[in-house]
């Protein structure tokens, strides 16, 4: 539909109520307006309502995203003279693929500018746990950003308020209005802070199952797509990668515990499904930057991997040698009965490691360093009554009933043999 001069909040609400498509005239004018207070809550939830239950189309999403863009910086990191690489998660248990990914391809010369998060529920945060390492900051300022980029490669830093201040108001709204799980508002958040970060390829990593946002496998490939798409149409190279997340990943979860378990991938070793994704992602990130016969494998083995991350810490105002912290009180939960694990779910343990500390109820809560859950088997593994199935590690003892309560019903030892799943289980590539 055409747009007229004078564009009121009403109009763009009764627009979408009723189905119609939106113009880039209204779309950039709304969210401009919002951004700057001259449209409130109250029209903007409604607008956000309508667009949750109505959708937005393919136009629409790439008008909306760009209008979140241009409400505030874009980074730009074509002074490094080397490709940038960059990658996204949407949020996991377990999930520290981020930590040794980041190193890895910045040891092959690929400039790696992560911006992550802090954690939220059950889901952990980068930022959160890099703190784990004592010294570390993540709050980097652009021209610091640029000269760790230059002398290491790789910083992993908070985002800035500068970036996507639209997004920074509309989640917050959609999150009081229940209009978060609505895939246009999701991929267009996303995506709108990614593409202002600058970098000039990212690859998506989209949880499906218990633990993830996107609990199926259709929805999760439909988010995909959609961002895909955005990123490839915005100019930066885009793919995506489907990743269970019906079981956690790795072996340890919580702040410092997650720290320790990527230092054990960067010294070579490490559980099998954070070294497979890490490869796969690292690949990838690595072929769109124009070294697809990367051989990441060795580069973990060698230490090329581990030089780039003790830089990193070190760049990064840490100390790489420094002791975790260590949670002052451990709990063992061990086999009812002989059997076979059939059953570790995400979901349970994600709240479980939650509760006892190792995650923030609140943005503003702190989070326990030291908390967390470490798992000693795995899906499939055949248990006898009394073995120790994971040790809980919590600063506050009363929290161990509390944490149970959550992850008991998310064990369960059958009898019989499970089969074996790939944590991979789609990839989303750009479709031009
Ligand atoms: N993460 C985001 O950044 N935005 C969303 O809408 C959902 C998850």
């Known amino acids: ?89 949407t949020g996991g248990v377990g999930d520290k693929l981020s930590l040794p990914l980041g190193p890895l391809v910045a040891s092959f010369g690929v400039a790696v500018p992560m911006l992550s998060g802090r954690g939220l529920g059950h889901t952990g945060g980068t930022l959160d746990k890099l703190e784990a390492i004592p010294g570390f900051t993540v709050d980097i300022d652009n021209e610091r950003m640029m000269s760790i980029l230059r002398d290491v490669g790789v910083v992993i830093a908070s985002a800035g308020a500068g970036l996507a201040p639209a997004d920074k108001k509309i989640y917050a709204l959609r999150d009081i209005t229940s209009t978060v799980d609505c895939i246009p508002l999701i991929a267009s958040s996303i995506m709108s802070k990614k593409i202002a970060a600058g970098a000039d390829s990212l690859v998506l990593d989209v949880k499906v199952g218990s633990g ?28 995506a990668l489907l990743t269970d997340m019906s079981v956690p990943l790795g072996k340890k979860i919580g702040n410092s515990l997650e720290i320790a378990e990527t230092v054990e991938v960067l010294a070579g070793g490490g559980p099998a499904d954070i070294v497979e994704l890490t490869c796969e992602f690292a690949r990838r990130m690595l072929a769109a930057a124009g070294q ?33 912290p260590v949670a002052p009180h451990t709990h063992d939960l061990v086999a009812d ?11 349970a343990i994600g709240v479980g490691s939650w509760r006892l500390g190792a995650g923030r109820a609140r943005k503003e809560d702190p989070v326990q360093l030291s908390a967390g859950i470490e798992l000693h088997v795995g899906i499939g593994d055949r248990v006898q009554a009394g073995q120790k199935l994971m040790t809980l590690h919590t600063e506050t003892e009363d929290r161990f009933d509390y944490a149970l309560a959550s992850i008991t019903p998310g064990v369960v030892i059958g009898d019989t043999e499970v089969a074996e799943r790939s944590v ?6 750009p479709t031009r």
Do not use: C
């Not at 009965?337 to 979901?347: K, N, P, Q, S």
């Open 424 to 429: 991979i289980l789609d990839t989303i590539d």
């Open 1 to 89: 539909m055409s747009s007229p001069t004078r564009i009121d909040a009403v109009d763009v609400i009764r627009a979408k109520r009723d189905g119609e498509e939106l113009s880039t005239d209204y779309i950039r004018w709304i969210i401009d307006a919002y951004t700057r207070g001259a449209v409130g809550d109250e029209q903007f939830a409604a607008l956000n309502m309508a667009i949750f239950l109505n959708g937005m189309n393919r136009r629409e999403i790439v008008d909306w995203t760009q209008a979140m863009i241009d409400s505030g910086e874009r980074m730009d990191f074509r002074a490094l003279g080397v490709p940038t690489a960059d990658k996204h998660s």
């Open 212 to 239: 993830a946002f996107m609990k199926d496998l259709d929805t999760a490939r439909e988010l995909a797509r959609t961002m895909v798409d955005l990123g490839n149409d915005a100019g930066v190279i885009t793919s």
């Open 292 to 324: 697809p016969d990367a051989d990441v494998e060795a580069a973990l083995r060698d230490g090329r991997a581990m030089d780039t991350w003790r830089a990193m810490v070190t760049a990064q105002g840490g100390d790489p040698d420094a002791a975790l």
């Open 337 to 347: 009965r002989d059997g076979v694990v059939t059953e570790l779910d995400a979901l």
